[in-house]
């Protein structure tokens, strides 16, 4: 599979962006097979992204090492692989960027893939009702619509040349953090079971 016309990028970006932050750059594998993909990178604020377009966020251009603030930059799975891969690759993307660099916050410009209108007031009105396959993807785990970004995708008619800025607030970043913890927990009793070991969790107290 691969992106429509005018919304993917080369292999020399991608290679790219693995080179400046290799350990931002995650990849779902389902029998040697890869089924999914997702971009990142850091920023030092939300305040970085004004003025800029897909193509420059592509290239992590304001990637910044000691950044607090995760950006999605792109992510695309095969859904008839993995239904729920895209959840798995956000959750497993954010509780890294939690765990390995301390960051207080989660965004990302993401777009519209089913929007059939012709004119921004449409657009705007459609974004509102969270309709939208991709958006609703985000707000189901508590991401929070901030604005219309316009002139961010100039090579994507379908969204009028727009992209939607998303923020994922510290309840959602901490709901997701948990619940990577929570499967990581059950994944390795599991495994102790599974090698004839037992395994005693005690609760701590803060």
Same mark, same amino acid.
Request: with cysteine.
């Given at each position: 599979? *691969?992106?429509?016309?005018?919304?993917?990028?080369?292999?020399?970006?991608?290679?790219?962006?693995?080179? %400046?932050?290799?350990?931002?750059?995650?990849?779902? %594998?389902?029998? *040697?097979?890869? &089924?999914?993909?997702?971009?990142?990178?850091?920023?030092?604020?939300?305040? &970085?992204?004004?003025?800029?377009?897909?193509?420059?966020?592509?290239?992590?251009?304001?990637?910044?090492?000691?950044?607090?603030?995760?950006? !999605?930059?792109?992510? $695309?799975?095969?859904?008839?692989?993995?239904?729920?891969?895209?959840?798995?690759?956000?959750?497993? $993307?954010?509780?890294?960027? #939690?765990?390995?660099?301390? #960051?207080?916050?989660?965004? =990302? %410009?993401?777009?519209?893939?089913?929007?059939?209108?012709?004119?921004?007031?449409?657009?705007?009105?459609?974004?509102?009702?969270?309709?939208?396959?991709?958006?609703?993807?985000?707000?189901?785990?508590? =991401?929070?619509?901030?604005?219309?970004?316009?002139?961010? *995708?100039?090579?994507?008619?379908?969204?009028?040349?727009?992209?939607? !800025?998303?923020?994922?607030?510290?309840? =959602?970043?901490?709901?997701? !953090?948990?619940?990577? !913890?929570?499967?990581?927990?059950?994944?390795?009793?599991?495994?102790?079971?599974? =090698?004839?070991?037992?395994?005693?969790?005690?609760?701590?107290?803060?």
């Amino acid at each position: 599979r *691969r992106w429509r016309d005018g919304l993917g990028m080369s292999a020399q970006v991608i290679a790219h962006r693995i080179n %400046v932050l290799p350990e931002g750059q995650f990849v779902l %594998v389902l029998i *040697r097979e890869v &089924c999914g993909v997702l971009y990142t990178q850091l920023l030092e604020s939300d305040e &970085c992204l004004a003025n800029l377009t897909f193509e420059d966020v592509g290239m992590l251009r304001n990637h910044l090492p000691s950044g607090k603030v995760l950006q !999605l930059v792109s992510i $695309a799975v095969d859904v008839d692989k993995v239904p729920d891969g895209g959840n798995l690759l956000r959750n497993y $993307a954010v509780s890294t960027a #939690v765990l390995k660099w301390g #960051v207080t916050g989660v965004l =990302a %410009v993401t777009r519209c893939s089913a929007f059939s209108g012709g004119n921004l007031e449409e657009y705007q009105q459609y974004i509102g009702l969270l309709c939208d396959p991709t958006l609703y993807f985000h707000a189901s785990a508590g =991401a929070k619509i901030k604005c219309v970004v316009h002139g961010y *995708r100039a090579r994507d008619p379908t969204n009028l040349g727009c992209g939607v !800025l998303i923020e994922y607030a510290l309840p =959602a970043m901490k709901k997701i !953090l948990y619940e990577r !913890l929570e499967t990581d927990l059950v994944r390795i009793m599991s495994e102790m079971r599974n =090698a004839g070991s037992s395994v005693l969790i005690k609760p701590s107290t803060p």
